[in-house]
């Protein structure tokens, strides 16, 4: 009964969110954020402006689909399960490419690439080790030199209206950020984009919070009550100041 009850949730889920327009769920989820918890409930597609830099972490939470969660706040330990930016192979692959003037075959994250289509039989959707070197490799080329030439660029996709898919809350920056209970900031999705507007010193890019840690919530409350906060303001304060 339990299972059923769970596959019907599922289902009636899956159904909402198809067929009910993402300003009216977003709006109703932020009046209900507004009851459950303290302080000034923030927009949730408004983003905010943050360093790259200041983005350390990868989320390695895998329960977090962004048209369920878009907008949330949520506790538990979700924010623990992360991995320094460095150590993960994009940042070490692209760093070889751009930094070091490697060519793609040289680099992690070719590798990596050919390990997992060699262990899983694709990755990224390709199925040979040629096709991720001349169709992703070739993209991520074409995606430093966009932003070095141009700077960085917000993602076209509009996550209302887009026809591809409607219910789908991508974020239009094309970065997603979660923010742990300490007010760190974990990478959920961008990190070709963040990785390299390190590597090109760019001072600061546009992200969408998906989820904030409801101790997080509790600090931007008690921020927006005294209006002061300690150091050097958080990029997610600006709002509540």
Request: glycine share 6%; proline share 6%.
């Amino acid at each position: 009964m339990d299972r059923l009850s769970r596959y019907t949730r599922r289902i009636a889920g899956a159904l909402y969110a198809r067929t009910v327009p993402l300003e009216y769920r977003l709006a109703a989820r932020k009046r209900l954020l507004s009851v459950t918890n303290p302080g000034p409930i923030p927009e949730p597609l408004n983003p905010i402006r943050v360093s790259p830099s200041a983005i350390s972490y990868r989320s390695e939470s895998r329960f977090i689909p962004e048209d369920r969660y878009v907008g949330k706040i949520l506790d538990g330990d979700w924010d623990s399960h992360r991995v320094k930016l460095t150590e993960t192979e994009v940042y070490k692959g692209l760093v070889e490419r751009f930094h070091e003037g490697k060519s793609w075959t040289e680099t992690a994250y070719y590798r990596h690439g050919r390990d997992r289509i060699e262990s899983d039989g694709e990755f990224f959707g390709y199925t040979t080790s040629e096709e991720f070197l001349q169709k992703r490799c070739e993209y991520v080329d074409e995606l430093y030199l966009d932003m070095k030439q141009n700077g960085y660029q917000s993602d076209q996709r509009d996550p209302v209206t887009d026809p591809r898919r409607p219910w789908s809350t991508r974020d239009p920056t094309g970065v997603s950020v979660l923010i742990g209970r300490d007010g760190e900031l974990l990478l959920h999705d961008g990190h070709h984009r963040v990785v390299i507007a390190r590597i090109l010193n760019i001072d600061s890019i546009p992200v969408h919070v998906l989820i904030r840690h409801k101790e997080w919530q509790r600090h931007r409350a008690a921020v927006a009550m005294d209006g002061t906060a300690d150091g050097e303001p958080h990029p997610d304060l600006h709002d509540v100041l």
